[in-house]
């Protein structure tokens, strides 16, 4: 990965796993419904997991060429 890319891959994935953290929490020990999965999917999209995806695949497919 790039600099700007680890930098940019850090910033979003500081609130990334925050959030993983404590809503997997809350599945597991059954304080989240899994009816809300999808719910919580969004949430992720709205943290920009997209954004973070799309970095880690550009790096693959660098890195495989």
Known sequence: YTQEEQEEMA???AD???HI???M???ILGRRSLNEYDTF???LDSLD???YLKI???GVDRASK
């Open 25 to 27: 929490a809350k599945f």
């Open 56 to 58: 880690v695949q550009s």
């Open 11 to 13: 910033f979003i994935l």
């Open 16 to 18: 990334l796993q925050q």
């Open 21 to 23: 953290d404590q809503e």
């Open 41 to 43: 999917l969004q949430e």
């Open 49 to 51: 997991f997209a954004g």
